[in-house]
């Protein structure tokens, strides 16, 4: 087959148009930190970012963790705002025990923003009878709302991620974990709080790049605990969700 030099120059006009679509079109998705740390967003000049929750929160804080990840950003590309940072995740925590350092952990340091990752453990400790009740962890969630609202900080409330990284249900405690997941749903809606709906997010993942059903190795460590991927996949998401509702903030 034969082509004319006309023919062979809109072949190559043509393939580079498209690569350069397929590039805008790459470009047009910053990371969730991107767009939490960027010029344009909506974060003010002395903001103050709380980290609440449990192991996985503890963890976040360490040198590769998804709490530092997202402070580091802030502090490098935005250091014009001052921002501090607040680590307050202790292990083997469930919501009644945020209830009960709220006060002194939190609220004493007047935060703008709180981060409540929470519920792994109030699912997990059930196998020896020491998990939360399923009302006693819908009101509790609602105290802990109204309580940091009440004081004028904005809150984003993430659902518990995973007990075992197997995508299709087959998990012991997968069940219970999308029960405790609906009722973050049901009281972010009810109280007008920002969802970070990790669950969703994890299994979405873990669908396209766990195929094997395997229970740990992929964002976790164990199952539970994140490891260097999983610490970037939490700290995208609750970056780009900490954006979003600083953009309606009022």
């Known amino acids: 087959m034969h082509l004319n030099n006309t023919r062979i120059v809109g072949l190559i006009l043509s393939g580079a148009v498209l690569f350069a679509a397929a590039n805008f079109a790459v470009a047009e998705e910053p990371s969730g930190i991107d767009q939490l740390a960027s010029k344009?967003?909506?974060?003010?000049?002395?903001?103050?970012v709380a980290f609440f929750g449990d192991s996985i929160t503890a963890a976040g804080a360490g040198p590769?963790?998804?709490?530092?990840l997202i402070a580091n950003a802030i502090e490098k590309n935005r250091p014009e705002l001052e921002a501090k940072f607040i680590y307050?995740?202790?292990?083997?925590?469930k919501v009644p025990n945020l209830q009960g350092r709220l006060d002194r952990d939190v609220l004493s340091k007047k935060p703008?923003?709180?981060f409540i990752y929470i519920g792994i453990n109030d699912v997990w400790h059930s196998?020896?009878?020491?998990?939360?009740?399923k009302d006693k962890y819908e009101a509790?969630?609602?105290?802990?709302?109204?309580?940091?609202?009440?004081?004028?900080?904005?809150?984003?409330?993430?659902?518990?991620?995973?007990?075992?990284?197997?995508?299709?249900?087959s998990n012991e405690l997968d069940a219970m974990l999308?029960?405790?997941?609906?009722?973050?749903?049901?009281?972010?809606?009810?109280?007008?709080?920002?969802?970070?709906?990790?669950?969703?997010?994890?299994?979405?993942?873990?669908?396209?790049?766990?195929?094997?059903?395997k229970y740990k190795g992929i964002l976790t460590s164990d199952g539970v605990h994140l490891n260097e991927a999983?610490?970037?996949?939490?700290?995208?998401?609750?970056?780009?969700?900490?954006a979003a509702a600083l953009k309606k903030r009022k």
């Open 40 to 48: 344009d967003s909506a974060l003010k000049k002395g903001e103050t």
């Open 88 to 93: 307050a995740g202790i292990g083997g925590h």
């Open 64 to 68: 590769k963790g998804y709490c530092k």
């Open 178 to 213: 999308e029960e405790y997941s609906a009722i973050s749903r049901k009281v972010a809606k009810e109280t007008g709080t920002h969802m970070c709906d990790l669950r969703k997010a994890f299994i979405d993942y873990l669908k396209k790049h766990n195929e094997d059903k």
């Open 127 to 133: 196998k020896h009878g020491h998990g939360t009740p």
């Open 112 to 114: 703008t923003v709180v």
């Open 230 to 242: 999983g610490n970037k996949f939490v700290a995208n998401e609750a970056a780009k969700e900490m």
């Open 140 to 169: 509790g969630l609602k105290d802990l709302i109204k309580k940091i609202t009440d004081k004028g900080a904005m809150v984003v409330l993430a659902t518990p991620s995973v007990i075992g990284e197997a995508p299709d249900g």
